[in-house]
């Protein structure tokens, strides 16, 4: 298979890029930095771009995949969290700059995609229950989220070849997670306190077990509706 994957320097986007290449899979990574374990496979090839420099992600990416003529497996994972607080208290240029990572790049490289390569199979943006949960506190991230959801669902019906979803992969204990657990104690942020709980336990699995749960249900997204926003919980 041709996977490509984006954020896979750390975190789900490392774990997936990893199980994909021990696969045997031709794994083309795009990100701000890539991964020395990643780095020694002969099957992965890697574009060190910062999806947010709407400037030069186009010309790029398209460089990059210049000899690509087909995709089965797209994986839209780079992602930022902003600072939990009250949504009140959270600047238009603080949305913003979370909506160009989580929003705009991701629709930017899709339209790339759907231009420079023949045959895409399926894509998938990585969402989070957040998107859905209104959950006080996570203020730009849960509007990017949403808007992610939409963005996807837009595209499935442009795109009925392709197959798209919006998947919230679950808790994952990664450098996301590092900043949530360090917070200070806030009853009005009551979802942190659930998390800062869950983490180092069977609840929040490390990234190369939730890829592997992930992988071994990537078909199974294709039972759903293209454009769908799916829990990989409630598979």
Same mark, same amino acid.
């Given at each position: 298979m041709n996977v490509l994957i984006t954020g896979i320097s750390s975190g789900l986007g490392f774990g997936l890029a990893k199980h994909y290449l021990e696969?045997?899979? $031709?794994?083309?990574?795009?990100?701000?930095?890539?991964?020395?374990?990643l780095?020694?496979?002969?099957?992965?090839?890697?574009?060190?771009?910062?999806?947010?420099?709407f400037v030069n992600l186009s010309q790029q990416v398209s460089v990059f995949l210049k000899n690509v003529h087909h995709l089965d497996l797209v994986i839209l994972n780079a992602g930022i969290l902003s600072e939990i607080k009250d949504v009140k208290e959270t600047s238009i240029d603080e949305i913003q700059k979370?909506?160009?990572?989580?929003?705009? +790049?991701n629709k930017m490289l899709i339209?790339?995609? =759907?231009?420079?390569?023949?045959?895409i199979?399926?894509?998938?943006?990585?969402?989070?229950?957040?998107?859905?949960?209104? +959950?006080r506190g996570w203020? +730009?991230?849960?509007?990017?989220? +949403? =808007?992610?959801?939409?963005?996807?669902?837009l595209y499935a019906k442009e795109f009925p070849e392709i197959h798209?979803?919006?998947?919230?992969?679950?808790?994952?204990?990664?450098?996301?997670?590092?900043?949530?657990?360090?917070?200070?104690?806030?009853?009005?942020?009551p979802v942190v306190q659930r998390l800062k709980k869950a983490k180092? $336990?069977?609840?929040?699995?490390?990234p190369e077990k939730a890829a592997e749960n992930i992988s071994k249900n990537i078909e199974r997204l294709k039972d759903y509706e293209s454009g769908s926003f799916i829990d990989i919980r409630t598979i």
């Amino acid at each position: 298979m041709n996977v490509l994957i984006t954020g896979i320097s750390s975190g789900l986007g490392f774990g997936l890029a990893k199980h994909y290449l021990e696969n045997g899979d $031709t794994v083309l990574g795009i990100g701000r930095n890539s991964n020395p374990e990643l780095d020694s496979f002969s099957n992965f090839q890697f574009l060190k771009q910062d999806i947010s420099d709407f400037v030069n992600l186009s010309q790029q990416v398209s460089v990059f995949l210049k000899n690509v003529h087909h995709l089965d497996l797209v994986i839209l994972n780079a992602g930022i969290l902003s600072e939990i607080k009250d949504v009140k208290e959270t600047s238009i240029d603080e949305i913003q700059k979370v909506m160009n990572v989580n929003v705009w +790049a991701n629709k930017m490289l899709i339209d790339i995609l =759907t231009d420079e390569i023949g045959k895409i199979q399926q894509i998938i943006a990585i969402s989070s229950g957040a998107s859905v949960s209104g +959950a006080r506190g996570w203020n +730009a991230y849960s509007l990017s989220k +949403a =808007t992610l959801n939409m963005l996807i669902s837009l595209y499935a019906k442009e795109f009925p070849e392709i197959h798209f979803c919006a998947l919230a992969p679950g808790l994952i204990d990664s450098k996301m997670q590092d900043y949530i657990y360090d917070l200070p104690e806030n009853e009005n942020y009551p979802v942190v306190q659930r998390l800062k709980k869950a983490k180092g $336990t069977e609840q929040m699995p490390g990234p190369e077990k939730a890829a592997e749960n992930i992988s071994k249900n990537i078909e199974r997204l294709k039972d759903y509706e293209s454009g769908s926003f799916i829990d990989i919980r409630t598979i």
